[in-house]
């Protein structure tokens, strides 16, 4: 089960930290990413944290502003969302995934198994 948390409305330029709890099954993943999707668009990786490769994978729209990290267990991965621009607003689930990630396809949403209901990213002054 993956849960997210943190959403909510920041103006731009502002953070936020959002916040995926993994229990049961899904704590035996290999890669743990985050996508969004804005009303019209389709859904998009935003970042990828790779356990197999100990490795990170970004968007490039994201690239320097935000950070995926990792609690001291896999239960909890967080997603540092730092100056915000009206371009991220959406929906942002977090995606569990129990095969082998690919460095030059980190965001391929088939080879996530498991995906949370998402938290809502508002960014508006």
């Known amino acids: 089960q993956l849960v997210e948390s943190g959403g909510g409305l920041a103006q731009p330029g502002g953070s936020l930290r959002l916040s995926c709890a993994v229990s049961?099954?899904?704590?035996?993943?290999?890669?743990i990413a985050w996508f969004r999707q804005a009303p019209g668009k389709d859904r998009e990786g935003v970042s990828c944290?790779?356990?197999?490769?100990?490795?990170?994978y970004y968007a490039d729209s994201v690239k320097g502003r935000f950070t995926i990290s990792r609690g001291n267990t896999k239960t909890t991965v967080f997603l540092q969302m730092n100056d915000l621009k009206p371009e991220d607003p959406g929906v942002y689930y977090c995606?569990?995934?129990?095969?082998?990630?690919?460095?030059?396809?980190?965001?391929?949403?088939?080879?996530?198994?498991?995906w949370g209901q998402g938290t809502q990213v508002t960014v508006s002054s």
């Open positions: 049961g099954y899904t704590l035996d993943y290999n890669g």
């Open positions: 944290l790779s356990i197999t490769e100990n490795s990170t």
């Open positions: 995606a569990t995934g129990h095969t082998h990630i690919v460095p030059s396809h980190p965001f391929v949403p088939l080879i996530y198994d498991d």
